[in-house]
């Protein structure tokens, strides 16, 4: 393998990983408002399905656990932090903050908040590329709590009927906020809902497993690319933290969380790195993010508040 | 040359001009196509355009709806036609929530060039469900336009200014009156969103209303007429963003105004605006603002008992007699 796209993977893993451990410290500090919903654990699954798209052509969109999406299509993380903090410099001028990370220039499109209800709209960035004969490809990420919502099944309904080019991604990380999935879906097989529309749909096992994420969505990206079939893709997972900073996660053991972080994807692929001879890149890279986040934690905290004056910007586009 | 055609056709006209104008702008909706639309607001349009651009949509509100607002982000045009606007209900997340805000959310990034069109009020007997007048919901949010207008002249005009309009637009049309006609020009124009429109002097009064309550007004004015008082009536057409001068001009020389919606009077449009015109030009007001709305009921299926609740010629010449009185 590619030393090159390993040490993009684990670079941006460890980046979304830092990111969000001081997002953590920021919000404890009381610098970051309203809710913050953290990625940690899940790395693997933005990184490894984003990975195989082409973002010159292929678009991203997902909910509101959003971060992580935003690093892996290449968002910086200065102007990520600088957004939590609400600065004008952040990667929506400070008028997103958490759950709306955007960076339309790389393709990412959002960071939305209403569960489910972005799915139709990532339906229509597919539609737009199929309008414009365009081989571009859509991923829309979703939590598994967003799959007994009326837009889940009518974008799948529309997109099987269109035939656009786009995957769902649920990230079963086992908990709708505070609640298991048993008492909200009647299978363990999520991915069994592609089945009425129908579409293609398939299973990651081990979402920790960067590779096996990376294969499952090429895959799926590759039947949308050439015969513009929808795939919906189950990706099992977990999130360490709880469901945003205001949950402390009790619904869980900590056998449960323990046992999760002892298959971490970050420290897999680590050790990956180390059995490949290349201790010494993976040292290097870890320092580097170190020194990311402290260069984009000092640009966000030196950035300007958005001034009074501009409140009613970004309402209407006048010509 | 100018010929009288329906609402229908003018409606028709507008966006088969801006289809063959820009090949970004595209039809979607339930019945669209093949059926020529549900009202026959786009007959012939499949034929001409293809089944790419003039799209037939299953029953799913929210899903077309957000297909539509998704393909808007990243630059198509697209008009979404509601069957009526009672259905819009199921796609107003789309609406109010991602529409209407992305442009804010993403710190300008994104945009949503698009109009969400269809039918809405009563029309005879349609029952609770179908028989809403659901302006305000719109006019509520910033990040939306909203337009209601009336004459056939005003609707080709406005509908094509939506299409080419880079925010989001609801533009309000009535099942009553897609046959009525009148006069529209075989050559091209546009009307600019938020102009109002006198559409008939008076000095005694101002009768502000919007959609198809111009013509009751209308009727309601010529009847005051009789009666010795001059009526100006003042046609909205755009309640988002809203030609206040228009207003404040025709009340400060009128000094008396009545306000005649669709709509239920708690927390409606008509309720806004006659705040809106008492804290403005409060000493310009020889008499309370008076606003007739729909009774506060659900719409009762049984034509006498709609007749009562709709404004009527009646009520809307009591609440003229009360601010002149």
């Known amino acids: 393998m590619d030393n090159e796209l390993l040490f993009d993977l684990f670079r941006k893993m460890n980046r979304i990983r830092r990111f969000e ?36 052509k292929d678009y991203v969109m997902s909910a509101y656990r959003c971060h992580g999406h935003y690093i892996a299509c290449g968002g910086r993380t200065d102007l990520g932090l600088a957004e939590l903090l609400g600065k004008e410099t952040g990667c929506a001028k400070g008028r997103g903050g958490s759950m709306h990370f955007f960076d339309v220039k790389n393709h990412y499109f959002g960071g939305w908040g209403i569960i489910g209800a972005h799915m139709p709209v990532a339906a229509g960035l597919a539609f737009a590329q199929k309008y414009r004969d365009s081989d571009g490809v859509t991923l829309c990420f979703l939590g598994d709590g967003a799959i007994n919502i009326g837009p889940f099944h009518e974008a799948m309904s529309l997109a099987a009927l269109w035939e656009l080019p786009i995957v769902f991604i649920i990230e ?100 990956k790195l180390e059995t490949l001879g290349l201790s010494e890149d993976r040292k290097k890279i870890v320092d580097e993010v170190e020194r990311e986040i402290e260069t984009a934690l000092q640009f966000a905290e030196s950035s300007n508040f958005p001034a009074p004056e501009t409140a009613l910007d970004f309402c209407l586009i006048e010509p | 040359m100018t010929r009288e055609i329906p609402i229908r056709d003018a409606l028709k006209e507008a966006m088969s001009e801006e289809m063959r104008r820009d090949d970004r702008v595209f039809l979607v909706g339930e019945e669209v196509g093949a059926y020529n639309g549900a009202y026959k607001c786009s007959k012939g349009m499949l034929e001409e355009f293809g089944p790419k ?34 259905f819009s209900l199921i796609a107003i997340d789309q609406i109010l929530n991602t529409a209407a805000k992305a442009h804010l959310m993403s710190g300008g990034q994104l945009s949503c060039p698009m109009v969400f069109r269809g039918a809405g009020g009563a029309a005879y007997q349609l ?15 910033p990040g939306l336009k909203v337009i209601a207008p009336s004459t056939p002249y005003d609707m080709k005009g406005l509908l094509k200014s939506a299409i080419r309009d880079d925010n989001p637009v609801c533009f309000f049309e009535s099942e009553l009156t897609y046959s009525l006609k009148g006069p529209v020009p075989e050559e091209e124009y546009i009307i600019p969103i938020g102009k109002g429109d006198i559409k008939k002097e008076g000095s005694d009064v101002t009768l502000i209303t919007w959609s198809k309550n111009v013509f009751l007004t209308l ?36 000094h008396r105004c009545v306000i005649i919606q669709e709509q239920h009077s708690v927390a409606s ?29 659900p719409m009762p299926y049984s034509r006498k008992l709609e007749e009562v609740i709709l404004p009527s010629e009646e009520r809307c010449i009591e609440a003229v007699r009360k601010v002149c009185g």
């Open chain 1, 172 to 271: 079963n990380n086992y908990f709708a906020m505070g609640t298991p999935l048993e008492k909200t879906a009647p299978t363990e097989d999520l991915s069994i809902r592609a089945l009425g529309y129908p579409m293609a749909r398939d299973t990651v096992e081990d979402g920790n497993d960067v590779f096996s994420v990376r294969e499952t969505i090429h895959s799926a990206v590759k039947r949308a690319r050439e015969s513009k079939m929808p795939t919906l893709v189950e990706v099992k997972t977990y999130r360490y933290r709880g469901h945003s900073m205001a949950d402390p996660g009790t619904y869980r053991t900590k056998e449960e969380v323990e046992a999760a972080k002892a298959k971490d994807c970050i420290e897999r692929l680590g050790k």
């Open chain 2, 127 to 141: 029952g609770a469900q179908h028989a809403n007048s659901f302006e305000h919901f719109y006019a509520y949010t």
């Open chain 2, 53 to 86: 651009r003039v799209i037939d949509a299953p029953i799913a509100e929210n899903g077309f709806a957000g297909i539509a607002v998704g393909a808007a982000m990243v630059g198509l045009r697209p008009i979404v036609e509601f069957m009526t606007f009672n």
């Open chain 1, 21 to 56: 451990e001081e997002a953590a410290r920021l919000y404890t500090e009381r610098k970051i408002g309203g809710f913050l919903h953290l990625y940690i654990g899940q790395e693997s699954v933005a990184v490894g399905a984003i990975s195989v798209l082409d973002l010159k």
């Open chain 2, 269 to 297: 449009f008509g309720a806004y605006l006659s705040h809106l015109i008492q804290s403005s030009i409060f000493d310009e007001l020889d008499a309370p603002i008076e606003v007739v709305s729909c009774l506060e009921v």
């Open chain 2, 219 to 254: 009727k309601v004015a010529e009847k005051l007429s009789e009666l010795g008082i001059s009526a100006e009536v003042l046609d909205l057409r755009t309640l988002r963003p809203l030609d206040t001068e228009l207003i404040f001009n025709s009340v400060a020389k009128t």
